[in-house]
């Protein structure tokens, strides 16, 4: 289709007195591995073939980039605006878990960033984890670490929804 519309279409018009072997010398290149292509050998025009297919995942429900939950998003594309990059890459990391507690950050859950060796000006990813807000105040009021100071049982109450 597009070589018909090149050819006859817009190469006859232009040179209507040549013939077409003169036209296709002019305009068409045969190139390795991709046959015959339109352009002058600096400039082709990409053919349809060439284009490389990419696959995306489906929208869980009826997400929104604007609905707020910067969690899933965060996961999903791996940014989200107003969310820092080191965030981001932390939370896929920990694959939307608190490195402290191990529960799903929700959407509505405050995140913060833990420096493990205690320096908040060494940002390496190795250095850092992500952790809910109660979380950090924990490691930092002296309480020490939740996995050692809490049994399994009392970890499943932290970052979930009270019962009615």
């Not at 289709?1 to 010398?25: C, D, E, T, Y």
């Not at 080191?86 to 694959?95: G, M, Y």
């Not at 205690?118 to 992500?130: F, I, Q, V």
Request: charged content about 30%; hydrophobic content about 25%.
């Amino acid at each position: 289709m597009v070589w018909k519309k090149l050819f006859r279409g817009w190469g006859k018009f232009r040179h209507p007195k040549k013939s077409g072997r003169w036209i296709a010398n002019k305009y068409w290149r045969l190139q390795k591995d991709k046959g015959w292509t339109f352009g002058n050998g600096d400039l082709v025009l990409p053919k349809h073939s060439n284009t490389k297919i990419n696959r995306h995942t489906k929208v869980k429900g009826e997400s929104s980039p604007y609905d707020g939950r910067w969690t899933y998003w965060s996961k999903r594309k791996g940014s989200y605006p107003g969310v820092s990059k080191r965030v981001t890459i932390t939370i896929n990391r920990q694959k939307g878990k608190c490195a402290e507690c191990g529960l799903t950050f929700l959407p509505d859950d405050i995140v913060e960033i833990h420096h493990r060796n205690g320096n908040p000006k060494d940002n390496r990813l190795e250095n850092l984890t992500a952790v809910h807000l109660h979380c950090h105040d924990l490691i930092h009021g002296g309480y020490g670490h939740l996995t050692t100071e809490l049994s399994i049982h009392d970890q499943d109450q932290l970052g979930e929804k009270p019962c009615d």
